[in-house]
């Protein structure tokens, strides 16, 4: 019986060892069913209003090893440089690109001034000194300090800047807040709403609210809240099949929106422009854009280049400019790394 045993355990050992060299053996012949979901070496782009220099967030990546073969981008491992990691600055010629901190700055905004950048860390948000050449990290001020808040937006005269708080309960409103970026006092504006923007010269801003029907997000609702009214204005109805739609920004200058959409059918994702006058959509960019600022004069857009196929190169992962009005592209920052292929 100890024998038969024996004979047995080997058989599943040895059949075990089998599958397992089978199936490296004929891993060429298809893509291994895990993924690896590489991050982006760049991310948040945002134009000074100065209209000369970019920031962003920047995670450099040192090595991409396809160890599967170049045909499964999927499961490509990634090297990244930590100790070049920071917000960045570039000029937006392309120019002198560099290192100013040594850590991101989450969702970050810079004051219509150019003076402050907003930004948010550890679900809060802070506004920091800028000189138009370094950042003064002994003067951060915290003006949250309740919830989890992101996405700072600056009123066209610097005075407020609205929020997202996202904790929802019998103490905390969840929606769009606002704190004085002077004194700190915090006002819940509008309930369960997001992303918000000022217009431009107004008292104004946009913001979204999902729509639901019988439980099912059927879209967004678009709208504009008057600070100084309180009130309430619908601008726009986003229906299926783009449903999740997110990142509205009021151009600077003109009367459009910039918005990314998302869903089911990849052509219909990517930045849109939506006329707030008239109420007619353009799609912009198919599938390729993420986080997007617009330009001081509302005619360009430094947007995230995204690698929708999981596969960062020398263009993908990287920012890029685009002209609104004629469509054309130019490539703003470079991935330099080293390429393995097994």
């Avoid at 066209?156 to 904790?167: A, F, G, K, R």
């Avoid at 439980?215 to 783009?242: A, M, Q, W």
């Amino acid at each position: 019986m100890k024998t038969l045993n024996l004979l047995l355990f080997l058989f599943i050992i040895i059949t075990f060892f089998s599958a397992c060299k089978k199936n490296t053996d004929n891993k060429k012949d298809g893509c291994p069913m895990f993924s690896i979901v590489p991050e982006q070496p760049y991310d948040n782009p945002i134009w000074h209003p100065s209209g000369q220099i970019i920031g962003f967030n920047h995670k450099p990546i040192k090595e991409i090893n396809y160890a599967y073969g170049y045909d499964c981008p999927m499961q490509a491992s990634y090297t990244y440089d930590d100790e070049a990691t920071g917000f960045y600055l570039i000029n937006a010629d392309g120019t002198n690109q560099r290192k100013v901190l040594p850590y991101y700055l989450q969702t970050p905004v810079w004051s219509h001034d150019g003076q402050w950048i907003a930004f948010v860390n550890g679900g809060q948000i802070y506004k920091m000194p800028f000189d138009g050449v370094n950042f003064d990290t002994t003067a951060i001020e915290q003006l949250t300090f309740n919830g989890n808040n992101f996405f700072p937006a600056w009123s066209p005269d610097d005075n407020l800047i609205t929020y997202e708080q996202s904790v929802c309960s019998d103490n905390l409103i969840c929606g769009i807040w606002s704190v004085d970026a002077n004194t700190h006092s915090n006002i819940s504006l509008v309930s369960y709403a997001q992303y918000s923007d000022w217009i431009h010269n107004t008292s104004s801003f946009i913001y979204s609210k999902n729509s639901y029907l019988n439980g099912t997000d059927i879209g967004d609702t678009i709208c504009k809240y008057n600070y100084i009214t309180n009130t309430n204005y619908l601008i726009k109805f986003i229906s299926e099949p783009r449903t999740d739609n997110r990142y509205f920004k009021y151009n600077p200058v003109y009367n459009t929106i910039a918005y990314c959409s998302t869903g089911d059918i990849p052509e219909e994702n990517g930045i849109w422009i939506l006329e707030d006058t008239v109420n007619t959509q353009e799609q912009l960019l198919v599938s390729e854009a993420a986080s997007f600022s617009w330009s001081p004069d509302g005619k360009y857009l430094v947007y995230l280049y995204r690698a929708n196929n999981y596969r960062i190169d020398e263009e993908k992962g990287a920012l890029w400019i685009i002209d609104v009005e004629t469509k054309e592209k130019r490539q703003l920052t470079h991935n330099q790394f080293n390429l393995i292929i097994n």
